[in-house]
Nanobody, 113 residues
Framework: VQLVESGGGLVQPGGSLRLSCAAS????????MRWFRQAPRKERELVAR????????YYGDSVEGRFTVSRDNTKNATYLQMNSLRPGDTAVYYC???????WGQGTQVTVSS
């Protein structure tokens, strides 16, 4: 199982970023996927979850209404569209397969003016 996150970077408050997670080594379309983030000195936080078919999503309270999770089962990829970014969104973002203990290297998102 391999997960590779990309798309992070430095963005000003109010800006947007789109993260991608490329998955391989398992039956991607059979698994729900999750996005987590971890800021320095904080616990890892669940940001969003999407069902295997993409029809059901869940968002953490801190990102509800600003972030959108999606997936493309033909490309074995999941995405996190992040809008109206705030300094509090600064963290390393990871994707994860629900039910498998596998993590990518993460992608750094920094929101700062």
């Amino acid at each position: 199982v391999q997960l590779v996150e990309s798309g992070g970077g430095l963005v000003q408050p109010g800006g947007s970023l789109r993260l991608s997670c490329a998955a391989s080594g398992f039956a991607f379309s059979s698994y729900a996927m999750r996005w987590f983030r971890q800021a320095p000195r904080k616990e890892r936080e669940l940001v969003a979850r999407i069902s295997s078919s993409g029809t059901t999503t869940y968002y953490g309270d801190s990102v509800e209404g600003r972030f959108t999770v999606s997936r493309d089962n033909t490309k074995n990829a999941t995405y996190l569209q992040m809008n109206s970014l705030r300094p509090g969104d600064t963290a390393v973002y990871y994707c994860n397969v629900l039910g498998l203990d596998c993590w990518g290297q993460g992608t750094q998102v920094t929101v700062s003016s």
